[in-house]
């Protein structure tokens, strides 16, 4: 599968795969599994915490292999100026003035992954700024263990904000894209009286509930489980410590309540029907709470995969959607 649209919280070193069929394992293994239950709960917070601090990749593609003029902004997260504190990289690719988006990116990964859609965006006009989330990429390191929403969440406010106050798009239209992880704090920002944005387009995400998804990041090998923690009775045990830590982490209202921006904001959700990590009907749920949101189901299409297996519905759907809402 593409490496480009790997979304592996823990750095689990390939592209989830979907869940193989269950064979019911041998008692050695059952065993071993039984032995390791005392560890899971450790085991489980440890992850947890990798998922949100994941080994850092680098750029492996630059916006120049795109066509794609570009610059560098630091977009700094506290009061300091750019440089001086903590910051988030930013490549800003100009286009029209009036018409923005900000592009992130999955977890574990960075914001080259994502210059596919800046590209075709590009090429429809749009000025694109994609940008690495704290703790990924360029941007700053934060070890931060709780109120992981809001920072995720601040990242995307300060991208939007400084474009608008410092960039020169003070007056344009702003859409926010996320891609899986960053779909949750995409849509997040809504609960911000001044988030600025326009429009969301979602891709792979987000689902109504959080917990069920840390179990699908265990089963379809996205982060590093030992065997007998895949086994019952560990693979149970690690799955709800797992999920609570998880969601604990983020210290977030989820879902949001559907008031305030979330009665006129539209938003796109592009989800995969053989999504195995945030499957399409959670996305489905989520969606139907929020009067502006759409669901454009890709079929044949896995977690993150949709420019691979369905690039021209694909492109046609996200370019429809910002025609209609950005003008």
């Keep these: 599968m593409d490496r480009t649209q790997r979304d592996l919280p823990a750095g689990g070193g390939g592209t989830p795969e979907p869940a193989p069929a269950r064979r019911r394992p041998g008692l050695p293994a059952r065993a071993l599994a039984t032995l390791a239950v005392p560890v899971v709960p450790l085991y489980a917070t440890v992850l947890s915490y990798l998922v949100y601090h994941p080994p850092r990749r680098p750029h492996h593609r630059s916006p120049e292999q795109f066509g794609l003029p570009s610059s560098e902004v630091w977009v700094p997260l506290d009061d300091r100026p750019a440089g001086t504190g903590r910051s988030l990289h930013v490549w800003l690719c100009p286009g029209s003035t009036d018409r923005v988006v900000v592009i992130g990116h999955g977890i574990g990964l960075s914001k080259s992954a994502s210059l596919a859609q800046a590209k075709f965006l590009h090429e429809a006009g749009y000025t694109v700024a994609l940008f690495d989330h704290r703790n990924h990429g360029r941007s700053a390191t934060d070890r931060a263990f709780w109120g992981l929403s809001a920072r995720h969440t601040d ?19 702003i859409a926010v894209f996320g891609f899986s992880f960053s779909t949750f704090p995409s849509l997040y920002l809504l609960r911000r009286p001044d988030c600025g944005v326009d429009a969301i387009v ?55 309540p559907a008031e305030g921006a979330y009665l006129r904001t539209p938003v ?33 299409t896995e977690h993150l995969q949709g420019m691979k297996t369905a690039p021209d ?15």
């Design 313 to 327: 519905e694909y492109r046609a759907a996200v370019l429809d959607f910002l025609k209609r809402t950005l003008g």
């Design 268 to 300: 796109l959700m592009l989800a995969g029907d053989g999504d195995s990590v945030i499957p399409l009907d959670g996305v489905r749920a989520l969606a139907g709470r929020y009067p502006g949101a759409e669901v454009r189901v890709l079929p044949d």
């Design 202 to 256: 979602c891709d792979s995400g987000p689902a109504l509930e959080l917990p069920p998804l840390f179990r699908n990041f265990i089963m379809v090998k996205g982060i590093p489980v030992p065997a007998p923690l895949r086994t019952e009775p560990s693979l149970g045990v690690l799955s709800r410590v797992f999920g609570t830590v998880g969601t604990a982490m983020l210290q977030a209202e989820w879902p949001p």
């Design 155 to 173: 990242d995307v406010a300060a991208v939007v904000g400084h474009l608008r106050r410092e960039a020169g798009y003070a007056d344009a239209k």
